[in-house]
């Protein structure tokens, strides 16, 4: 059931209270807003604590910015918020805040983008980096706009961090994940080692996210060195294709099997059909020299 104004007004208060006792946000840092209609956010306004804001001091504006309701004034940063609105109508909350260990990261300049962790890589793929920009320009939601498509969560160079939902519990939880996995992260670091799961190891994962219904359209997956593995097909459909490519090229006779070891993506032939592309090559070989004299 489509919950009231009034729900949506509570839903902030307690995400705004839930973030600033979580020490994410300091002074007035943060802003919170929810779509509660084609053209209306309800949001947190400019100047106030999120620890000690009530319901009645959200404002609400429109797509384009412009106060609709409230006797306060919205936050310069609402345009981030109104931006993820316009291009992605699947999503009706965004959160804002600076977690430290993801600040922390966002500061460094280190995107979370590694395959470490099943529940990240279940629930968010990984984390990006998103360009610095100046606060209260657009220069900040241009930046974010590229990585919409795909990802729910952003680092915010040299800021903070973004969260987006389809509702505001979503947006919330997901500020969540990000938040531990950078603090998982930091400690791992701390240790001296971080462990990133083989390629193998992420599809079993990413087979288990498909199996649960989860959007595999707009999913960003994660990074393992310079690979990025967003389905469990990956390596079987890169391999297919190989495959295919080989058995053209060198002409194999079909009751000849071609197979591969999964985590190193290296052919195994055997002594016969490797003596049959090596015929196969000279052949062509020689018979391109062939063509060349004649040419001549
Ligand atoms: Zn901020």
Same mark, same amino acid.
């Given at each position: 059931?489509?919950?009231?104004?009034?729900?949506?007004?509570?839903?902030?208060? /307690?995400?705004?209270?839930?973030?600033?006792? #979580?020490?994410?946000?300091?002074?007035?840092?943060?802003?919170?807003?929810?779509?509660?209609?084609?053209?209306?956010?309800?949001?947190?306004?400019?100047?106030?604590?999120?620890?000690?804001?009530?319901? /009645?001091?959200?404002?609400?504006? #429109?797509?384009?910015?412009?106060?609709? $309701?409230?006797?306060?004034?919205?936050?310069?940063?609402? @345009?981030?918020?109104?931006?993820?609105? +316009?291009?992605?109508?699947?999503?009706?909350?965004?959160?804002?805040?600076?977690?430290? !260990?993801?600040?922390?990261?966002?500061?460094?300049?280190?995107?979370?983008?590694?395959?470490?962790?099943?529940?990240?890589?279940?629930?968010?793929?990984?984390?990006?980096?998103?360009?610095?920009?100046?606060?209260?320009?657009?220069?900040?939601?241009? #930046?974010?706009?590229?990585?919409?498509?795909?990802?729910?969560?952003?680092?915010?160079?040299?800021?903070?961090?973004?969260? %987006?939902? $389809?509702? =505001?519990?979503?947006?919330?939880?997901?500020?969540?994940?990000?938040?531990?996995?950078? @603090?998982? *992260?930091?400690?791992?670091?701390?240790?001296? @080692?971080?462990?990133?799961?083989?390629?193998?190891? =992420? +599809?079993?994962?990413?087979?288990?996210?498909?199996? !649960?219904?989860?959007?595999?359209? *707009?999913?960003?997956?994660?990074? %393992?060195?310079?690979?990025?593995?967003?389905?469990?097909?990956?390596?079987?459909?890169? !391999?297919?294709?190989?495959?295919?490519?080989?058995?053209?090229?060198?002409? !194999?006779?079909?009751?000849?099997?071609?197979?591969?070891?999964?985590?190193?993506?290296?052919?195994?032939?055997?002594?016969?059909?490797?003596? $049959?592309?090596?015929?196969? =090559?000279?052949? #062509?070989?020689?018979?391109?020299?062939?063509?060349?004299?004649?040419?001549?």
């Amino acid at each position: 059931m489509e919950k009231t104004e009034s729900q949506h007004r509570n839903d902030i208060i /307690d995400i705004c209270k839930r973030i600033h006792a #979580n020490g994410w946000v300091a002074s007035n840092d943060g802003n919170v807003s929810i779509r509660i209609g084609p053209n209306t956010v309800l949001c947190t306004p400019t100047g106030l604590s999120k620890g000690y804001i009530t319901s /009645d001091q959200l404002i609400k504006v #429109n797509l384009d910015g412009q106060k609709i $309701e409230g006797f306060l004034q919205p936050s310069s940063e609402i @345009k981030m918020h109104l931006d993820v609105y +316009k291009n992605k109508e699947t999503i009706n909350a965004v959160v804002h805040a600076h977690p430290p !260990f993801a600040t922390g990261f966002a500061v460094a300049g280190v995107p979370l983008d590694e395959c470490v962790m099943p529940e990240i890589i279940i629930g968010l793929g990984s984390i990006p980096l998103t360009k610095f920009g100046t606060p209260s320009t657009m220069e900040i939601p241009e #930046n974010i706009r590229p990585y919409l498509k795909e990802y729910n969560v952003f680092l915010l160079e040299n800021h903070g961090a973004l969260s %987006i939902g $389809e509702d =505001v519990y979503k947006a919330y939880y997901r500020m969540e994940s990000l938040e531990l996995f950078a @603090k998982i *992260n930091f400690i791992a670091r701390l240790i001296g @080692k971080v462990n990133v799961l083989n390629e193998e190891e =992420v +599809k079993k994962v990413i087979k288990v996210r498909e199996q !649960f219904g989860l959007d595999t359209e *707009n999913y960003p997956g994660c990074r %393992i060195d310079g690979k990025v593995i967003k389905s469990a097909n990956d390596l079987a459909s890169s !391999f297919a294709s190989q495959t295919n490519k080989e058995e053209m090229k060198y002409s !194999f006779s079909s009751n000849k099997t071609v197979s591969q070891k999964q985590n190193d993506e290296k052919l195994i032939l055997t002594r016969d059909m490797l003596v $049959e592309v090596i015929t196969t =090559v000279v052949k #062509n070989v020689l018979s391109n020299i062939n063509i060349l004299s004649n040419v001549k």
